[in-house]
């Protein structure tokens, strides 16, 4: 039954030096009532571009990790329902319609998972991993917040019933080597402010049977021989991650 009250939805985008999602990112978000960007001071055009949109507020603010800026973003938005985007995802327009239409369901949960379709170069990868990669991305506001010891690949904590959407999010997250290969060190060193939090001691374990596992579950375990040469490209990089992740603890760790 739908509800007579129009419920409204805000749409949320972090970024940095995103000029070459943002205008399509915030293109597919039109539809929603009011569209917030926060950016992380980008030495791109991506704070210009996304200014220019009439229909989007943008602020600035200093990044500390993703779990705070998801957070400070989340106390701007003035609508109860919220959809957070990253500017490499993208919704399709059956998406879009499901979004509006659960949104104003009586009983709808306080939550939505998201499935996501990997895209490596412009094509689905199928296996490594991501077959079953899920996501919450849709929310009711007064329900949700970002657990702030989770700075990366943040978690989102839910008070109420969950529920899962029926269409996918395209997740345009590999363009080339060097870029996710940046991102991959980049979120070891994040990920190694959080084992510093859970007062790990890195050894031989963690510098090389943890990367080693990761990479051979995603690689066999997950099928990520069946992706050919792009599965053993995510599946070496995705490993690099952890390497980089306890060499970054060991750094840290010495300096103290």
Not at 18 to 24: D, G, M, S, V
Not at 84 to 103: H, K
Not at 197 to 215: M, V
Request: charged share 25%.
């Amino acid at each position: 039954m739908i509800s007579p009250e129009k419920q409204l939805l805000t749409a949320l985008v972090i970024t940095y030096n995103e000029e070459q999602n943002i205008k399509i990112v915030l293109d597919h978000l039109a539809f929603a009532d009011e569209i917030i960007v926060v950016d992380s001071f980008s030495s791109d055009k991506t704070f210009e571009i996304a200014a220019s949109f009439k229909n989007v507020k943008v602020f600035q603010r200093s990044f500390d990790n993703f779990a705070c800026q998801r957070n400070y973003a989340l106390s701007l938005a003035s609508n109860s329902w919220i959809l957070f985007m990253d500017a490499d995802e993208r919704l399709t327009p059956e998406l879009q319609q499901e979004i509006s239409f659960v949104i104003h369901q009586k009983n709808s949960a306080s939550a939505y998972f998201m499935r996501r379709n990997f895209m490596f170069e412009n094509k689905k990868l199928r296996f490594s991993g991501w077959q079953t990669d899920k996501i919450i991305r849709l929310f009711k506001k007064e329900n949700a917040s970002y657990n702030i010891k989770k700075i990366v690949h943040e978690k989102l904590i839910v008070n109420g019933r969950i529920g899962k959407l029926k269409n996918r999010l395209v997740h345009h997250s590999y363009s080339n080597y060097d870029d996710y290969k940046q991102k991959m060190v980049f979120y070891g060193q994040l990920k190694a402010q959080e084992e510093i939090l859970k007062e790990t001691s890195p050894n031989f374990f963690h510098f090389y049977i943890r990367p080693a596992y990761q990479f051979l579950n995603q690689y066999l375990v997950r099928f990520g021989f069946l992706d050919g040469k792009k599965g053993i490209i995510i599946c070496y990089l995705n490993a690099l991650s952890v390497a980089v992740r306890f060499q970054e603890l060991k750094k840290i760790k010495a300096k103290n």
